[in-house]
């Protein structure tokens, strides 16, 4: 691995987990090009140019209200402050739109930052350097606590000595400012699995530049969510290194076979992609105009063709997204939480030809690709290995079609909480309270404060952008859908093969069988001729003596070994039903013949009236056959 950052240089940055140069920064806003009105764009920033001191540079704004918290927060909230204080740097400057315009005309209406990276500890860090502390910071501070909790309730173990833990998928509003004056001033905390390729086996290709070095140390790499392939993501807590070499893409490798194909491969992704795994994208949106993003290291994939997942989100999903806000008045309401949407379009859709026409060998190509070869093999020999293989791939399409549906239901979530507050429903409210609860997943609720203050807070902003949210919401769930058709049309293809292989299988081991009893008869009637003729050789007596004595003998045990072969294999079931039987009702006689006894002798050897006694007769008795 490269490592153009020196991780531990001398002064300000020795003990900093994050510097400017792992931040990927991205400005949106309305660019005047010269002729005609401004246009929406996006442009890539410099981490060079965020003009961050490096000295100590405390914050008088987070500093005034900590005599309110208790020894731990303080302590924590001091490390956060001295490891991530200087992003406040990185925020765009304060002001209306016309004290924002530069000598070009430029607008900047949102700051977007990438970190590829997932450390949990970014989160609250991130936060605490971008907010505006300035603004309400009780509420900046209660935010805070919550994306602790959050990360608490949603972390998960896979396999805690290899492969670390990650991110149940969820979705959690936050905290926000009181006022909020013609834009969207909601801070949101979300993670979204998300399928991607690499290389396999081995580690892939090093980074084209250095990000956080915490990822060389075992220690600091244990804290981190590391990449999990497609097995391990569904089986957690199993390890799965023995199946991998098994998988779709691993096995299925049609560029060996096309040259066309190679070409087109090697042309657009540089390696051979090989292997599925599953990645997670956090969202974090700040306030309007800030939000960041997380995601695992992919820089050693090529910005263009659009690869990484921030070349993805910046050259593919917003370019979509602006070709829907042509107008000018569309265009000014863009703002952190649509962008949101955008980079959840680029993460969902990185693999998938539903959200790009010109991705090659999509994983549903993949799939249908392999899935060509089975049938091939199907009508050619059909075997219990072709089963397997099928099963295989029925078991992956099951954990690929899981994770699409849990992302269906964040967006889902997400479109009726933005709904429940643009269109001025009442809010569902708990019962005895004046609060809202929104329930995201069975491990993470938030309270969201009375419902008078979310609408002065959100409503008339969000009512702006009714029809933007709902629009590019609503896309997003449309292509997951129609991805989600294709490979159902795959698993029910699969299962007609995999009923059709069981099928012919099954009247293959039948001929199997009649062949097997052919040669089972001919091994019957050849032994025992082996074994005379194996006894009669020795050097005892001559075998001219011993002929006629040879073929009566032979003859004899012959007929013998077949009969007593022809009546087992074919009268052997029914005469162990008889014995069974047999041995049952035997019990039954003799349990009943001594108890019967008993009560006659009983009965019969009762005194009478007069004295006497009954005389027991055997003869009363019932006998075996009547029984029977």
Same mark, same amino acid.
């Given at each position: ?110 700051? $977007? ?83 991607? $390729? ?22 600091? =790499? ?12 569904? !089986? ?12 779709? !893409? ?34 974090? @949106? ?57 980079? @959840? ?47 295989? @791939?029925?078991?992956?399409l099951n954990i690929i079609l899981q994770i699409i549906k849990k992302q269906e239901q964040l967006l889902t979530s997400l479109q009726e909480y933005f709904n429940e507050f643009i269109d001025g429903t009442k809010p569902p409210m708990l019962e005895g309270t004046g609060q809202r609860r929104v329930l995201i997943n069975s491990t ?6 009375? =419902? ?65 009893? @052919? ?110």
């Amino acid at each position: 691995m490269s490592n153009n950052v020196n991780v531990k240089p001398e002064g300000f940055w020795h003990d900093k987990h994050l510097s400017p140069s792992q931040l990927l920064v991205h400005d949106i806003g309305l660019y005047d090009g010269g002729a005609g009105p401004p246009k929406l764009n996006i442009e890539e920033k410099p981490s060079s140019s965020l003009q961050i001191p490096e000295e100590e540079d405390a914050n008088p704004n987070v500093a005034h209200f900590e005599d309110g918290l208790t020894y731990s927060e303080r302590y924590k909230f001091n490390a956060l402050k001295h490891r991530y204080g200087w992003m406040r740097h990185a925020r765009l400057p304060a002001g209306t739109g016309r004290e924002e315009k530069t000598v070009r005309n430029n607008f900047r209406k949102c700051r $977007w930052i990438h970190i590829p990276s997932l450390f949990p500890e970014y989160l609250q860090g991130v936060f605490l350097g971008l907010s505006d502390w300035a603004d309400d910071p009780e509420n900046k501070l209660t935010a805070l606590r919550q994306i602790g909790e959050c990360i608490n309730g949603n972390e998960r173990f896979s396999k805690p000595d290899k492969d670390g833990k990650y991110f149940a998928p969820f979705f959690t509003p936050l905290s926000s400012s009181s006022e909020d004056t013609g834009s969207e001033n909601c801070a949101i905390l979300a993670s979204f699995p998300f399928l991607d $390729w690499t290389v396999y086996p081995g580690p892939p290709p090093p980074p084209r530049f250095q990000v956080d070095g915490r990822q060389e140390h075992p220690a600091a =790499r244990l804290m981190s969510h590391p990449l999990r392939s497609l097995l391990q993501y569904y !089986y957690r807590l199993e390890d799965t290194s023995d199946r991998e070499k098994f998988q779709v !893409y691993t096995r299925h490798k049609p560029w060996n076979t096309n040259r066309e194909i190679d070409l087109k491969v090697r042309r657009w992704y540089g390696v051979h992609p090989n292997s599925l795994l599953v990645d997670e994208m956090w969202i974090l @949106v700040i306030d309007s105009r800030h939000i960041v993003t997380f995601s695992s290291n992919q820089t050693w994939k090529s910005k263009w063709p659009p690869l990484q997942l921030s070349a993805r989100i910046a050259e593919v999903s917003f370019r979509g997204l602006k070709s829907k806000l042509q107008m000018s008045e569309r265009q000014r309401t863009y703002t952190a939480l649509i962008h949101a949407i955008a980079c @959840v379009h680029g993460a969902v859709g990185l693999i998938h030809r539903n959200f790009w026409t010109d991705v090659p060998l999509p994983c549903s190509d993949r799939f249908s690709g392999l899935l060509g070869v089975l049938q091939y093999r199907l009508y050619r020999s059909p075997s219990t290995k072709l089963v397997m293989d099928l099963l295989q @791939v029925q078991d992956e399409l099951n954990i690929i079609l899981q994770i699409i549906k849990k992302q269906e239901q964040l967006l889902t979530s997400l479109q009726e909480y933005f709904n429940e507050f643009i269109d001025g429903t009442k809010p569902p409210m708990l019962e005895g309270t004046g609060q809202r609860r929104v329930l995201i997943n069975s491990t993470t609720s938030t309270d969201l404060g009375t =419902r008078d203050t979310w609408r002065s807070r959100f409503q008339p902003s969000l009512r702006n952008n009714e029809s933007i949210l709902t629009t590019v919401t609503s896309d997003v769930i449309d292509r997951l859908r129609q991805e989600e058709d294709d490979l159902n049309d795959l698993k029910t293809n699969t299962n007609d093969l995999v009923n059709r292989t069981v099928q012919l299988v099954n009247i293959r081991i039948e001929d199997h069988g009649q062949a097997i009893l @052919v040669f089972t008869l001919v091994t019957v009637i050849f032994l025992p001729l082996s074994f005379l003729a194996s006894y009669f050789s020795m050097n005892n007596v001559e075998l001219a003596h011993v002929q006629a004595t040879f073929w009566i003998v032979a003859a004899v045990l012959t007929l013998a070994v077949v009969g007593a072969a022809s009546i087992i294999a074919f009268y052997g079931g029914k005469a162990m039903d008889k014995f069974f039987v047999f041995k049952e009702n035997r019990r039954f006689w003799f349990g009943r013949r001594s108890r019967d006894v008993q009560q006659y002798t009983t009965m019969h050897n009762a005194p009478r009236n007069d004295g006497s006694f009954h005389v027991l007769d055997y003869q009363a008795y019932p006998t075996r056959s009547a029984l029977w």
